[in-house]
């Protein structure tokens, strides 16, 4: 009961960051909590520590490589080319900015799609004079598919990085996996979407309004890196994973190189463009804090139960089949990362699957069917996902405020028909894999 009331309670100053305190000092203080109170001991710090640190180093990496390109004009350069490809007609628009998000998210992470696209395309918006609903409507599509199409890489989603760490996944295999199902995600997505927002979209608007996609690259020498370095950090990915080099190692290496030509290092920092010092203190350093503090808060929840219920009712799942245990297990995780955070709720799924007594076949599915449901499932509340309230906390400062019931009313009609469809595609793809 203590580790539970615990855990509430960081929550909660995590949710509300009371007197700009930030998620980072409110998670480490509740693992105080936790290790004067003898919930957790100093050993388990460094159990959660080497679960967490490669996965919290790459989301950082990943973060300043986005927050580097953006201030380029990369991404406001693909999203005026989007525009530009529609010609001028609004419903083509909509699923053409909704692939341009699952685009980001596949490698930029979830947050980096949410957080940096959904700026550019609100002004892209009020540019071509959209009405509030309309704009309402691509505004829900970014934030939603951010998350809903995060599971194709390794990298796209916090989450995944720390399953495939925890469970020894490789790059390749992960990959082969969630690649498909990313795909029917995103299809499935396009769908409910559509059906509930499609007729909010313009049947046109104005072409000549839409800028020159060129005059949005701010700085040259980055926007003409940007494609080479993303394919040679996606290359050494593949060719790294076998020799178990720690993903923040290939990722970190490749930020580093775009922060030297960012800030012209060889040219000692003239011309430079993007403000360095500004990227960096934007970066996620919080989410260090945040990773180590939260998980131990939340791996003596585990040890003081949790994790023992969760292995009973993955074996009660297990004992109905594999396509229970699936779709079981996704939607055990989903309703779990839906009310305690998908960060905790991930650590506490692969706790429990690594526990639980079950064949090989459905253990597997069981670790990507709760890699899957810890991505789609936080859209059903604002609370599930940090990328969820922070991408809350920029409409508001953009002047487009969603309510918690409106986007639980949203989010609960459009997510499971989603979730349910990936799981389902998860369960029969796999089947067809060759075991790993």
Do not use: C
């Not at 409507?137 to 995060?150: C, R, Y």
């Not at 003081?304 to 396509?323: D, E, F, Y």
Request: aromatic residues 10%; positive net charge; hydrophobic residues 60%.
């Amino acid at each position: 009961m203590l580790a539970l009331l615990l855990f509430g309670a960081t929550l909660t100053l995590v949710v509300w960051q009371p007197r700009g305190l930030g998620i980072g000092w409110s998670a480490l203080g509740g693992a105080a909590v936790a290790l004067a109170t003898g919930i957790v001991q100093w050993p388990d710090v460094a159990v959660v520590w080497d679960i967490v640190w490669d996965a919290t180093f790459t989301f950082v990496a990943l973060i300043v490589i986005s927050l580097i390109l953006d201030e380029a004009g990369f991404f406001a350069w693909a999203a005026q080319h989007v525009a530009r490809l529609a010609r001028g007609n609004g419903r083509a628009l909509f699923p053409l900015v909704i692939v341009l998000g699952a685009l980001i998210a596949a490698f930029f992470a979830n947050d980096g799609a949410a957080l940096l696209l959904t700026p550019i395309v609100l002004a892209i918006l009020l540019r071509l004079n959209f009405k509030p609903q309309a704009a309402l409507a691509f505004t829900i599509a970014t934030g939603f598919i951010a998350d809903v199409t995060s599971l194709p890489l390794v990298i796209s989603n916090l989450v995944n990085i720390v399953s495939a760490n925890y469970f020894g996944i490789g790059f390749a295999r992960y990959a082969a996996v969630m690649l498909p199902v990313n795909l029917v995600s995103l299809a499935a997505a396009l769908i409910v979407l559509w059906l509930a927002f499609g007729h909010q979209t313009p049947r046109s608007y104005d072409l000549h309004a839409v800028r020159d996609p060129a005059s949005a690259i701010r700085d040259h020498q980055v926007f003409a890196a940007a494609f080479p370095l993303l394919a040679a950090l996606l290359a050494a990915y593949f060719v790294t994973a076998p020799m178990h080099v720690p993903i923040s190692a290939v990722t970190g290496a490749a930020a580093l190189a775009l922060l030297a030509i960012a800030g012209r290092w060889g040219q000692r920092g003239r011309r430079a463009v993007v403000p360095i010092a500004r990227v960096l203190r934007d970066a996620p350093w919080q989410i260090v804090l945040f990773s180590l503090g939260m998980y131990l808060v939340v791996y003596g929840l585990g040890k003081a139960g949790l994790t023992g219920l969760g292995v009973r009712a993955l074996h009660g799942l297990a004992a109905q089949g594999q396509l229970v245990a699936t779709v079981g297990t996704g939607i055990l995780a989903a309703l779990v990362a839906s009310v305690m955070n998908n960060m905790p709720a991930t650590l506490l799924g692969a706790l429990a699957i690594d526990q639980a007594q079950v064949p090989a076949a459905t253990r597997e599915l069981m670790i990507y069917a709760n890699v899957i449901d810890n991505d789609l499932g936080p859209k059903f509340t604002p609370i599930g996902s940090l990328a969820t309230l922070l991408w809350l906390h920029v409409l508001a400062g953009k002047g487009q405020k969603i309510g918690w019931g409106q986007y639980m009313r949203i989010g609960l009609l459009l997510t499971p028909p989603v979730l349910l469809a990936a799981l389902l595609a998860l369960y029969y793809w796999l089947r067809l894999l060759p075991p790993a």
